[in-house]
Every structure is written in C-alpha cells, then in structure tokens.
C-alpha cells in the first residue's frame, strides 16, 4: 500500500468519525469542534486532490472565521439541551425518511458517471510549474463570470438584508433625527426667566 493511500484513509477515516459524531454527540460546543475536525480532515483531502487553494481557504474560512463564531454563538445563548431534546423521538420517523432520501438523491447525483470518469485512468501528476489558483481563476472568472456575479450580487443583498433587519428602531434607540436637529429655533432650546436677587 502506497503512502497516499495511507494518507487518504487516514483522512477518510477522521472525516467520517468527525462527521458522525457531529450528529450524534449530545454538547453542542464539542458538536462544534468535530465540525471544526471535519473541516481539517476534509482539507487533507483536498491536499491529496492537489487543490491547494480550496483546501487553505476552507481552513482559513470557515476553521478561522466561520467555526470560530459558532463557537462563540453557542457558548454565550447558554442552550437548554433538555429542552431541544423534548419530542425527538416523535420525529424520529420522519428524520428517518428525509435522511433516506438525502441518501437516495446524493446517490443519483454524485457518481463517476456524473463527472466523466469513467473514462479516465490512473491520476495523472500535474507539472511543477502548474498551479492550482491560476487555473480556478481562469475558468472561474472567464466561464463562470456571470454565476460569480449573481452569487456576489445575491451575498451583497443578504448582507444589505441583515444590517436592515438588525437597525430597526426600539424604544430603547438612540439615534439623533437630523431634520430635526436642523429646524430648532432658539427659542426651543434656551429659556430665560428673570429672577429677582436676594
């Protein structure tokens, strides 16, 4: 057995561990850090692919940024894991179904025949002066120029969205009205009331 083997079933194997004790550990902070084991195992993965870029963005992105405001989400709402417990046997059945045809659709989806591999032979190594990132952005920014741009224009939109939903105004906001600010006359800020001296 080759040491890419080896490599590859290593990963292989922390990825489907870290991926089901995602599911079925009972802390959500420890849910969150075999997540975050997933995500490394995965970029193993990608490293064996020789997809460099995909495989440092996915550590970078979602190990630094993404997992690490889960984390900070779950620790600070302090979940009632009673609470979420309640009633899970009573969708049991119906997760059961849903999963089967998760399953079911992935199975027609992803497969050799799918991706035009059946044909191929053995991997073939890329030259020395290949690189990975150059080729993702020829094809990402000449063949898939218009997709890139809906899916920009689309998380501008959500974030535009987010930022709405977050500033409506409470009772509690503080926020100076400047129309307001600018038609005041004297007479409505300074009163002068004479007094007699004593």
Aim: aromatic share 12%; hydrophobic share 60%; no cysteine.
């Amino acid at each position: 057995m080759s040491v890419e083997a080896v490599v590859f079933y290593f990963f292989a194997t922390a990825l489907v561990f870290a991926a089901s004790m995602v599911i079925t550990v009972r802390n959500p902070v420890h849910a969150a850090l075999f997540l975050i084991m997933a995500f490394f195992a995965s970029s193993g993965l990608w490293l064996l692919l020789e997809a460099e870029f995909l495989a440092i963005t996915l550590v970078l992105v979602y190990v630094g940024a993404v997992m690490v405001l889960f984390l900070f989400v779950v620790m600070m709402l302090d979940i009632n894991l009673t609470v979420l417990r309640e009633g899970f046997a009573r969708y049991l059945p119906v997760a059961f179904v849903v999963a089967i045809l998760m399953m079911v659709s992935l199975g027609l989806i992803v497969g050799k025949e799918n991706f035009g591999l059946q044909t191929v032979g053995p991997a073939e190594k890329a030259s020395a002066s290949y690189s990975n990132t150059e080729a993702l952005g020829q094809v990402l920014y000449t063949d898939y120029v218009f997709p890139f741009e809906v899916a920009a224009v689309i998380l501008l939109v959500a974030i535009v969205a987010a930022i709405a939903l977050t500033l409506r105004p409470t009772r509690q906001t503080k926020a100076p009205i400047p129309e307001k600010q600018v038609a005041v006359r004297r007479q409505d800020r300074v009163r002068i009331v004479k007094m007699d001296s004593e």
